[in-house]
């Protein structure tokens, strides 16, 4: 990720978002905190979105949203921010990205 606006704040460590991630009861909470552990892996924002079923426009919102926020939850809407209508999906994509974290071991 060499452009400055793609770098991801390391805010909590890994284990810690493993550990949101695995206790995430909201499918979209779940898949930002995906694409952020792709992130820390050092996927592209574009890579990672697509690995969650979003855009790179998406992802680079959701980028910033986490980058802003420091250590707190800034995917489970306490922030007052929602972006759940540019996220859903229809039925048959969300259910494909369900099976692809599953089988990535994320649900």
């Known amino acids: ?4 606006d793609d770098r ?4 909590v460590p890994g284990w810690e978002l493993r550990r949101r991630i ?3 009861e909201d499918t979209l909470v779940r898949r930002r905190l995906v694409f952020v552990e792709r992130l820390y892996g050092g996927r ?3 890579g990672a979105a697509s690995a969650v079923g979003t855009s790179a426009t ?3 919102r959701w980028l910033a949203r986490w980058n802003q926020a420091g250590s707190s939850s800034p995917f489970d809407g306490s922030n007052g921010e929602d972006d759940r209508g540019s996220g ?3 039925g048959t994509q969300e259910k494909s990205i369900e099976r692809r974290l599953c089988a990535d071991g994320h649900l």
Request: glycine share 10%; no cysteine; aromatic share 0%.
């Open 1 to 4: 990720m060499t452009d400055g």
């Open 8 to 11: 991801i704040e390391r805010h």
């Open 22 to 24: 695995d206790r995430a």
């Open 44 to 46: 592209s924002v574009a």
């Open 58 to 60: 998406v992802g680079r």
């Open 88 to 90: 859903l999906l229809p």
